[in-house]
Nanobody
Framework: QVQLVESGGGLVQAGGSLRLSCAAS????????MGWFRQAPGKEREFVAR????????YYKDSVKGRFTISRDNAKNTVYLQMNSLKPEDTAIYYC????????????WGQGTQVTVSS
């Protein structure tokens, strides 16, 4: 059974930083794309970032470019999201995802971790 377990969320002041981690288990993820989505209160879930298997390609939502960095450690089946210069509008539940291909909707979702940015 595939499991994605996120950690690293919390409360931070605007301008601060957080690093989210997501450990995947339950199958071989060779070649899979890993990523992050988020859902703010009263809003639809939205894409944040994704990274290919080798780490050579990344893609970000426009509003987080230059502030967020996605990376992965395949030996640990773990994906990270370094979030700097956080803004109150980044407040959301952040979900880790795994997809078979770059353009696919995610096949697997984590339970989510809360990120709250105070002004």
């Amino acid at each position: 059974q595939v499991q994605l377990v996120e950690s690293g969320g919390g409360l931070v002041q605007a301008g601060g930083s957080l690093r989210l981690s997501c450990a995947a288990s339950g199958r071989t993820f060779s070649g899979y794309v890993m990523g992050w989505f988020r859902q703010a209160p009263g809003k639809e879930r939205e894409f944040v970032a994704r990274i290919n298997w080798s780490g050579s390609s990344t893609y970000y939502k426009d509003s987080v470019k230059g502030r967020f960095t996605i990376s992965r450690d395949n030996a640990k089946n773990t994906v990270y999201l370094q979030m700097n210069s956080l803004k109150p509008e980044d407040t959301a539940i952040y979900y880790c995802t795994v997809a078979r291909r770059w353009t696919d909707e995610p096949d697997y979702w984590g339970q989510g971790t809360q990120v709250t940015v105070s002004s």
